[in-house]
């Protein structure tokens, strides 16, 4: 690992600055809000490896997080997210399959071990913060990182941009195309959020410009989604809004492929050589793939990805964790399961549905838990409503 005093010197600011948060603010919401802000800052861009401030910086906001799991106001009586515990237990069968098949290398088993204890950790994390304080939280952190992004493009565009695409603080068009697509979808799904018309706005502005094909399609899948549950539901002037806002979107989305410069519905495919080369593993080594990582060519989307690696049993339990995510969606409500569409719809473009190591996995599951059914209770005795009895007024106070 490659720690420099930089390094350690920033460090040192973040925890003084989570120092300054922990004393000053007690809300869960605060400490969410850190933990994916510094863990989405360590996104790694794809084709370069992690460094050791990266590391640093993962575990610093897993330890926030951590720190949010127990700080609890009041008691909630929530449910766990089982949309996430199939989806480990999926995901680890298919981690299984990769050490039994290529050996036990550390290049497989450290992240098993990573995905397993992130998926823990995220368990805790439904089960002790209350969902509006995670939702809160994601939305705040997704808010900040949309905006630097832009305003970083503005400022240094030879840094936040690759080839006139929006690539922001995280050095990849992708990446900031998922976060700003989550963005959406949380605006849409929380009118109660203070700031709810201010993170759509930046949010829809970076999507748009990052030209990210997989998050557009996530966010269009949705906002399908969303159009036909307001017709069945007969919400006409809602159903009218959301016309008028989708034709608006089409119109920029159209405006800006007309330039040179910036090709939204570009056609060429530039992911074509991971897919041919996992259908050569399809055709060589069905059952057992070449192995965790050792792919000479980039292969985005997570079932390809899988396949290629372990095979078809791997193939099988990335399938598995989609269905069983999307059937407990299902049950838990209309927004879990619109959460959950999007999420998946991005996941077979990108490679992160299964690895506990992305900043876009922690930030999916915590906006994924966010939209769970929970009640809440207060543990605090003296805040309980204590029920006043029916005292009927003397007839003699009575003014006449």
Known sequence: ???????????????????????????QKVYVATAVSLYMLSQTPQ??????????????????????C???????????????????????????????????????????????LVGVLLLSASRTIDAAQLRSGVATAIAGA?????????????????????????????????????????????????FRNILLGMSAIALIWTASRSA??????????????VLITNERKRALKYAVAGIACGAIIWASTARQNLLILRTQNTREPGIEYTMEIV?????????????????????LRWLAQDGVPALIAVMLAYLIALIISWRHGWT?????????????????????GSGLFIAFWLAHTSTLR????????????????????????RTR
């Open 146 to 194: 949309t905006g630097l992004s832009i305003l970083l493009a503005l400022v240094a565009p030879g840094t936040g941009l690759v080839a006139n695409r929006l690539a922001g603080i995280f050095r990849d068009a992708n990446s900031t195309g998922f976060f700003a697509g989550l963005g959406v979808v949380i605006s849409v799904i929380s009118p109660r959020l203070r």
């Open 336 to 356: 879990a399961f619109l959460v959950m569409t999007f999420g998946i719809t991005s996941s077979l473009f990108e490679g992160w549905y299964l690895a506990g």
């Open 1 to 27: 690992m490659n720690l420099s005093f930089e390094a350690i010197l920033i460090g040192l600011v973040a925890l003084a600055a989570f120092a300054i948060f922990a004393v000053c603010v007690t809300s």
């Open 283 to 303: 055709r060589d080594r069905p059952w057992i793939g070449v192995g965790y990582g050792n792919n000479p060519v980039e292969i985005a989307s997570t079932p």
């Open 216 to 229: 557009l399609l996530a966010v269009a899948v949705a906002a399908v989604l969303t159009g036909v549950r």
């Open 47 to 68: 084709g370069h490896t992690i460094s050791g401030l990266g590391i640093a910086t993962r575990a610093f906001a897993l330890a926030v997080l951590a720190t949010a």
């Open 70 to 116: 127990f700080l609890r106001p009041q008691a909630y009586t929530t449910r766990a997210s089982r949309a996430l515990l199939a989806t480990t237990i999926c995901g680890t069968g298919a981690y299984a399959v990769e050490i039994y098949n290529h050996g036990r290398s550390s290049s497989a088993i450290v992240p098993a071990v990573v995905y397993v």
């Open 374 to 397: 929970q009640p809440s209770t207060s543990a605090h005795p003296i805040s309980q409503e204590i029920p006043i009895p029916n005292v009927r007024r003397n007839s003699e106070f």
